[in-house]
């Protein structure tokens, strides 16, 4: 079983912002395979079915940003799911809109929601799938930006973004990961 995870905010209030592009591709996800969150446990919504005859789970944790770690733990406890896979897929400063970058491991980078899970997990050896949605502007801040929308000119670059997110989202469904970081680390 397969479990996939976009980091966000719950709320009207942070829909269509920067912070919340893992919501956005978890929504685009289950769209385009016709599936619904509407399971409520674990301090997230979630659903489990089948792509292609292996079981996954998406994962929108509800805890806001900071504490995503504490629907991610149980969840993974409840349906003892391997930290093998496990797949993060969340907003990341250091990457322009429009760039995705898929890592094996690595550190939190600053990013508090990716922080929390590596708390609550007690690793930092899980899969990511970073979603650029760059840096601030001149004396914008970070919190400022990260809860900001995008600009009319980011918005090309963010669906081809979400899109290659969903694709690599489904391709590691199917394949080892190497494979997919190999296909979509190139773009």
């Known amino acids: ?40 446990k674990f301090n997230g919504l979630f659903t489990m079915e089948r792509f292609n005859g292996e079981k996954v789970i998406l994962l929108k944790p509800q805890t806001y940003m900071n504490l995503s770690g ?31 970058r898929l890592r094996k491991k690595g550190g939190h980078g600053g990013h508090n929601g990716i922080r929390n899970i590596i708390d609550q997990l007690g690793t930092k050896e899980f899969k990511r799938l970073r979603v650029g949605v760059g840096r601030p502007e001149g004396s914008k801040t970070v919190i400022d930006h990260v809860l900001g929308g995008f600009s009319k000119e980011e918005q090309i670059s963010v669906k081809e973004s979400i899109d290659d997110s969903v694709k690599a989202c489904e391709a590691w469904i199917e394949r080892p990961f190497n494979e997919v970081m190999n296909d979509f680390n190139v773009k």
């Open 1 to 40: 079983m397969k479990c996939i995870v976009g980091l966000g905010n719950p709320g009207k209030k942070y829909e269509d912002t920067r912070h919340n592009i893992g919501f956005m591709i978890i929504d685009e996800l289950a769209s385009r395979n016709q599936w619904a969150l509407n399971q409520k």
């Open 70 to 100: 504490e629907a991610l733990r149980p969840l993974m406890d409840f349906y003892d799911i391997d930290i093998e896979d496990v797949l993060v897929v969340y907003d990341d400063l250091d990457l322009p809109p429009g760039k995705i």
